[in-house]
């Protein structure tokens, strides 16, 4: 069982930055690939970022739209991983959730076997 609570969500101008935290429960964090999913009202939702277990060798996988702008990156001795979100955009506004899955990265929400409670970050224009 794996426990993850998301932190630093805000309200941010277009254009600021903002670092998203989850930490995780549990000693076998370096096993889990870990990602970041993001709702917007009335949309699906989406997958953002996410980097490898520690046997993937900690490779990073971005959507198109964030590209660039976000990095994804963990400490595994915190059992933590992040999310730093510069130039943001006010399209970027939504509930952003930490997710793990065991070993393999995994795209599709559906798919996903532990989620966060959710963050919601605000991108004024």
């Known amino acids: 069982q794996v426990q993850l609570v998301e932190s630093g969500g805000g309200l941010v101008q277009a254009g600021g930055s903002l670092r998203l935290s989850c930490a995780a429960s549990?000693?076998?964090?370096?096993?889990?690939?870990m990602a970041w999913f993001r709702q917007a009202p009335g949309k699906e939702r989406q997958f953002v970022a996410a980097?490898?277990?520690?046997?993937?060798?900690?490779?990073?996988y971005y959507a198109d739209s964030v590209k660039g702008r976000f990095t994804i990156s963990r400490d595994n001795a915190r059992n933590t991983v992040y999310l730093q979100m510069n130039s943001l955009k006010p399209e970027d506004t939504a509930v952003y959730y930490c997710a793990a899955h065991p070993f393999g990265v995994v795209f599709d929400p559906g798919s996903i076997e532990y989620w966060g409670q959710g963050t919601q970050v605000t991108v004024s224009s």
């Open positions: 980097v490898s277990w520690r046997g993937g060798g900690g490779s990073t």
């Open positions: 549990g000693r076998t964090f370096s096993t889990y690939a």
